[in-house]
């Protein structure tokens, strides 16, 4: 009788406690063998440490038979370049099942992030197994990345996600009639929890339960080329100020575990000129695990995956900033990070409004907003959602919402928003804008 061995691809510490919950939650069908695969996307994979060595692993280590290294199955590339040429997929197919004693076993797969590798390269390299894709973040209310090879978005059977934001269905993988299914919130705060119980030194300040401090969550979004390190740096110091406006004299900062130390240090000198105690957590650890032991009175971020599940999970107040500056910096228009910032800009109070980091009405009609981002991000992916885009975009397009679109991109679409058919010529006409660049010189001269 043919063996069935379940092989699970994961990067982060929070993906390996998704699958772990959806394991204890039975999301899973019985195998003869559980593999956990483990990638190391960093830049540097040989300076920085696997997700199996970090603090807290061992907590989730049981549920697998085994652990194995992509990164050491292909070296010497990098897990995050490398896929196999497509005459050479069953050539590696054969060489992994050798090197992981698999046999003639049936192989099922989950990936995370399908639309690249390394989860993109797992799929190819075993071609005739059957995928589950597993979300552990805002992205997968958004659309599909790329156009995924039907060879492999036709294996895919499912989309088992977090409900980060209650009642709101993930868009990623619809074009492939994909099912989402919800790994339950009370299993995965649970396994968190064991997470937290292997976290017993980490250094946290000792307040009383009427003091709770503030906590920012730092992103290093200077690495995605997404802003500059000074303006990361000066988003971090409007997270500091916020908080301290809305009366927090105790912060906690949790700096992204790469992101250089010199913005710790600069965050503590104005921490100290404004008079506020500053606790910053340098040992790399899960937010989720921070929010556990401190229950703080405050989270602050700009649009990390952490801000949902503070609310939706632990019921901790919220705030955001910088979501403006990024609509506007995100570039292509489709640049996947676009939803996750539109998410939160759209349900989370910014910092410095005092009257709604209090009320804390987190609510937001998404849906409609999401179909209409969608179908502008990847029309091609998404013909069928240009009903619902142009119904949004005709009943909601106000000062608000047009944050989330541009013009230029709801022209290109004709979409309701965009420049009238009869007026399409203006900006392709070369006399019209030579005119426009003389009026703008003439006006800075006037006024210089």
Known sequence: MTRTTQIFSVSTLYGAATLAAALDADRFAPADQRILLVCNNSATPELTPALDEMDGFEQLRDRFDRVLSWNEAIHPFHPGGWSPRPNDAVLFERYLRLLWDLGDDRVELAVESIQVNPSLAVCQVFPGAPVDVY??????????????????????RRLLHLDLVPGLRPLL??????EAEVVPTDTFTKVLAELCDAEETLPLPEVAAEDRPALLLGQYLSALDILTADEEEQLHLRMLEGALALGHTKIVFKPHPTAPARWSRL???EAERLGAELTVLERPVLAE????????????GCFSTALLTASSLYGLPVAQTGTDLLLERLTPYQNSNRVPVTIVDALLPEVTDKAAVHAQALDADLSGLLAALGFAMQPKIYPNLRPAAERYLTQHLTPRTWRYFKRRRLTALALPGGVPPQLGFIPRNATVRRVARQARRIKRATLG
Not at 289 to 300: I, N, S
Request: glycine residues 6%; neutral net charge; aromatic residues 10%.
């Open 289 to 300: 695990v921070v929010f556990q032991r401190l229950r703080p009175a405050l989270v602050v």
């Open 135 to 156: 979300a552990d973040g805002l992205m997968s209310y958004g659309p599909t990345r790329f156009k995924i090879d039907p060879l492999v978005g036709t294996r895919i």
């Open 173 to 178: 993988l619809t074009e492939f009639d994909v």
């Open 267 to 269: 965050l503590e000198q």
